[in-house]
């Protein structure tokens, strides 16, 4: 653990005074931000509010084992802009509880907070207020508000048989940086270290670096979903918080649909394919499976062509089709590539 004093040294009112010294500062329609009972903003005319939460609970959802703070405080504010994305709504605002124990270093919230403010910068999000309180371990959740006009946004619920299902860019990555973390390897400052004495092939380090970045520092799509929302081409959106299997079986159920995934049509880069065999996994498992790559998954009855250059136009990367709606009763199914079938089953569930 990182020394210098700890956050019992300082206290929650230190480390409030502490908080608002460093943080940066805000924008005008942020009339009341830290500080008050409460934040006030002045909402833009005509747009409806978009409201989310998520929680990292240490030795859960991360390990300071291979997580720098920075990282944890970066994904934590990632995670509800994802969402926030999927509905197609830009984020705005984000508000940020943080329970942790009195041992704490100061330093480690620091870290914290130079992740959650520099993600916040990046997507043009104002940190407007938070609560801290002691906990056994550290617990980071991120409530994020965006604004987006209702009838644009995006529902898991619109998908219809017969509509073509996309992805906006490779998974398993993260999975993939996941297993890395876990067997040992490490990326501290972009250098790639394996455990004592172990060799690294330049070429495995490259995607040793991309999957484990990947995995501690992962990009929402919320800019991408937006363009998907506003051109009404997507009639359903996801975000693959939790893998392919488990968010498509979600979006299917609030459709009322089946789906119908193609194994040799879902994008795995060459990166998770060498960590994969370096850690012995299957990279499909990890790309059906393995989440927290914060793509978008979205349905669309829209022409391939329309879809691509909608995105590619504004500069993101080309989507990718992994297969289509079904009628209800035929339920979820990957077909393999030599046209076997075999149910799609489910990802990662809290609780199991
Ligand atoms: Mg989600």
Known sequence: MAGGPTVRALGEFGLLRRLRAKAPPLPPEVLVGMG????????????????????LVEGKD???????????????????????GAMGAIPKYALVTLGLPARTPVKRVDGLYRGIWGAAEAAGVAVVG???????????????????EAHHLVRRSGAKAGETIWVTGHLGRAAAGLCALKAGYRVERSAVKGRRGTHIPPKTRKALRETMQ???????RYREGRVLAETGIATAMIDLSDGLASDLTRLAEESGVGARIFAD??????????????????????????GEDFELLFTSGAPSATIEEALVRKGFA????VGEIRPADEGLT??????????LGRGFEHFR
């Open 214 to 220: 990947a995995q501690l520092y992962p990009s929402a």
């Open 62 to 84: 991360f390990r300071w084992e291979w997580c720098p703070a920075e990282a944890v405080g970066h994904k934590g504010l990632t995670v509800s802009l994802s969402d926030v």
């Open 318 to 321: 080309r989507p990718h089709a």
């Open 36 to 55: 008050d009972d409460a934040a006030i903003m002045q909402p833009s005319p005509g747009l409806a509010l978009v409201a989310t939460v998520d929680v």
């Open 265 to 290: 049509r879902i994008p795995v880069d060459p990166s998770t394919r060498q960590v994969a065999e370096l850690v012995g996994r299957d990279p499909l498992r990890l790309a059906l499976g393995g």
């Open 334 to 343: 990957l077909v393999g590539p030599r046209g076997r079938r075999e149910p």
């Open 130 to 148: 938070g609560d801290l309180s002691e906990a056994p371990r550290l617990i980071l959740g991120v409530t994020v508000i965006g604004e987006g």
